[in-house]
């Protein structure tokens, strides 16, 4: 197959799979609906490999569930599934942050890491945060995240990491955008930073243990968001800001 041909190919499935993930994800296949591939073809207007490709990595990723006699459902989540995926993204952070802090992180990437909390600051600064301040650390919490990843060099760690950050709300700022108009939304984002900072320079200092247990204390920050969500008015506001968030049953 031409070069042009199979970039052509792969462009069309990443394509499918970003408007099928994001169907899933914005409510309009709620869970439990049934998925049929051909369905699928029709209503996005791509070729069946694409789709086939897209629906097959839907179901790695956890998002979908094939059934018994063909075709594909929607997955729902339960509480502890969530709190698990949170707790195994937070266990592997901690292992890659005393990887970083024993193996001795680039000079650079250390000092990207503290420009980027640097620009949290800033975002944080402001007594309260609207939409786009929210926006602005959401993309600052996952830059500095990533960092730290870097600073590991551990590609096959990384890998496992981003098959779980895969998972619908595992990601660093799982919650945050679910959260963001709840009165602590701020006070909660001041304690990610400052641990934030004490990972960073425990890092800085090779303190391995240290840094591994801050990254792991950290992501309970998000365990701590999940059970605000599910239990307060957070869950009644989310769908308008987050419909996923009705993938997550109770128990």
Request: glycine share 6%; proline share 5%.
């Amino acid at each position: 197959m031409p070069v042009n041909e199979t970039a052509g190919t792969e462009s069309a499935q990443v394509r499918a799979l970003l408007q099928l993930r994001e169907l899933i994800l914005s409510g309009e296949l709620p869970g439990g609906s049934r998925i049929a591939e051909l369905a699928i073809v029709e209503r996005l207007g791509v070729s069946r490999t694409p789709i086939r490709a897209a629906l097959m990595r839907l179901e790695q990723e956890g998002l979908l569930q094939t059934l018994p006699n063909g075709g594909y459902v929607v997955q729902t989540f339960s509480e502890r599934d969530i709190a698990d995926a949170i707790e195994l993204r937070g266990t592997l952070e901690g292992l890659l942050a005393r990887l970083a802090a024993e193996r001795g992180a680039p000079g650079v990437v250390l000092a990207e890491a503290r420009q980027c909390l640097d620009r949290i600051d800033t975002v944080l600064a402001a007594p309260a945060l609207d939409d786009e301040g929210f926006s602005a650390y959401v993309a600052l919490n996952s830059r500095f995240h990533s960092l730290v990843w870097e600073m590991a060099d551990s590609p096959t760690i990384t890998r496992q990491l981003e098959k779980v950050l895969s998972l619908p709300f595992a990601s660093p700022s799982g919650f945050v955008v679910v959260q963001a108009h709840s009165s602590r939304a701020r006070d909660m984002l001041v304690v990610a930073q400052d641990q934030h900072r004490q990972v960073l320079e425990a890092i800085e200092q090779r303190e391995g243990a240290r840094a591994e247990a801050i990254m792991r204390e950290h992501s309970r920050l998000a365990q701590r968001n999940l059970r605000d969500v599910l239990n307060g008015p957070a869950r009644v506001h989310a769908p308008g800001a987050m419909p996923a968030i009705k993938l997550i049953r109770r128990r």
